[in-house]
Every structure is written in structure tokens, then in C-alpha cells.
T-cell receptor, first 113, second 112 residues
Framework: DAGITQSPRHKVTETGTPVTLRCHQTENHRYMYWYRQDPGHGLRLIHYSYGVKDTDKGEVSDGYSVSRSKTEDFLLTLESATSSQTSVYFC????????????FGPGTRLTVL | GENVEQHPSTLSVQEGDSAVIKCTYSDSASNYFPWYKQELGKGPQLIIDIRSNVGEKKDQRIAVTLNKTAKHFSLHITETQPEDSAVYFCAASNLDGQNFVFGPGTRLSVLP
């Protein structure tokens, strides 16, 4: 499972509240990614990180911010959650030397009421 | 940007038959094409991948073929088993790897 954990695994929150999801990895991988998964859309990249404090936007970054203060942790924050952000969120890592192979965590199901 | 289409969206086969899922991509710069299997309640799992310098790759009952000229690639599963039932996703990426684009997925059901 490439040593990836996500927390929480499930969360229900209300519109307008801030939410932070955590991705933790134990194997010192440089690249980390956040995706959202919605029916009919597959997985879409939100943000990614290529090192501590080095992040960049993906395809659907509006409404999301990220931080990476330690190699092992990549945080995804919804500053003010909206119902359109109800989704399943997956973190992924790219193993060093694997040349693009990405491995996914177990996911976080977020419901915004 | 890259756009990946995937067909069919659902596929039912009898146990022991073969299953084929096809994807097309739009960006000729894409050169890495992975396939993921996702079981209910779990994250996607990489099952096989292919790079643009080869046309076919096989791993036991699973194979992937790539046609760069036509910009399409396919997943082939032979001798299907009930445990092959899952959602399968294709993806395309270029060398820097930061722009993985996934297809919408195919729900495969293997009927006993």
C-alpha cells in the first residue's frame, strides 16, 4: 500500500466551514498528489507537491489550498466548504525511481451539507 | 490539455471469457499509460502500465496494447474471474508526470 494513510476516512460538515484532510506517508517520497473522484469524471488532480513547501495547482484547484511543511505530510484545506466539494478525496505518491508510477491511499469521503 | 475517453462505461462478461476496455487520448506528448483497478471502498490500485516505446505488455492474464499513431490503448483481461469485478481506470501522462489525466472509468462485472 506504499505506506499511505489518510485521515479522516469519513467526514460530514456544513457549508461554509473549513475542512482539512491529511495525507501521511512513511517512505520519504518526494512527490505527493491530491485528487477528487466524482461519478463520471474519474479522478481529477487538485494540487500536487514536489517537495517540502513546493506545491502547484492541478486541474480543479479552485476552492482548495495545500501545505507541505514536512516530507511525510500533505494537507488539503477547504477554506469554506461548499456542497460541490462533496466527493471522495484520494492522496497519491510517486515512488522515487518509478518513473511516473503513482500509488493511492484509501481515500476520504467528504460530505458537505 | 489532455483529454482521455474510455469505453465502455459498463461491461458484463461470463466467468472465463475475455474483457477488453479501450481508451483514447488527445495529447501526442503523452507517453505513459497506466491502468488502475478500484474495488468498492478502496483506493485505485495500479495493475499494469505501458510506455510509448513499446506496443504491448503482458502480465499473466492482463495485457495492455498501445497504438501511438491512433492515440489509443486497451486493457485486455483473459480468463476472467469473479474477483476481476471492479471499476477500471485508464490514464495518460507525459514525462514530467504531473498531469495525470484519468478516463471516467469502466465498471466490469464478471458473472459466475
Amino acid at each position: 500500500d506504499a505506506g499511505i494513510t489518510q485521515s479522516p476516512r469519513h467526514k460530514v460538515t456544513e457549508t461554509g466551514t473549513p475542512v482539512t484532510l491529511r495525507c501521511h506517508q512513511t517512505e520519504n517520497h518526494r512527490y505527493m498528489y491530491w485528487y477528487r473522484q466524482d461519478p463520471g469524471h474519474g479522478l481529477r488532480l487538485i494540487h500536487y507537491s514536489y517537495g517540502v513547501k513546493d506545491t502547484d495547482k492541478g486541474e480543479v484547484s479552485d476552492g482548495y489550498s495545500v501545505s507541505r511543511s514536512k516530507t511525510e505530510d500533505f494537507l488539503l484545506t477547504l477554506e469554506s466548504a461548499t456542497s460541490s466539494q462533496t466527493s471522495v478525496y484520494f492522496c497519491a505518491i510517486e515512488q522515487a525511481g518509478s518513473a511516473n508510477e503513482q500509488f493511492f491511499g484509501p481515500g476520504t469521503r467528504l460530505t458537505v451539507l | 490539455g489532455e483529454n482521455v475517453e474510455q469505453h465502455p462505461s459498463t461491461l458484463s462478461v461470463q466467468e472465463g471469457d475475455s474483457a477488453v476496455i479501450k481508451c483514447t487520448y488527445s495529447d501526442s506528448a503523452s507517453n505513459y499509460f497506466p491502468w488502475y483497478k478500484q474495488e468498492l471502498g478502496k483506493g485505485p490500485q495500479l495493475i499494469i502500465d505501458i510506455r510509448s516505446n513499446v506496443g504491448e505488455k503482458k502480465d499473466q492474464r492482463i495485457a495492455v496494447t498501445l497504438n501511438k499513431t491512433a492515440k489509443h490503448f486497451s486493457l485486455h483481461i483473459t480468463e476472467t474471474q469473479p474477483e476481476d469485478s471492479a471499476v477500471y481506470f485508464c490514464a495518460a501522462s507525459n514525462l514530467d508526470g504531473q498531469n495525470f489525466v484519468f478516463g471516467p472509468g469502466t465498471r466490469l462485472s464478471v458473472l459466475p
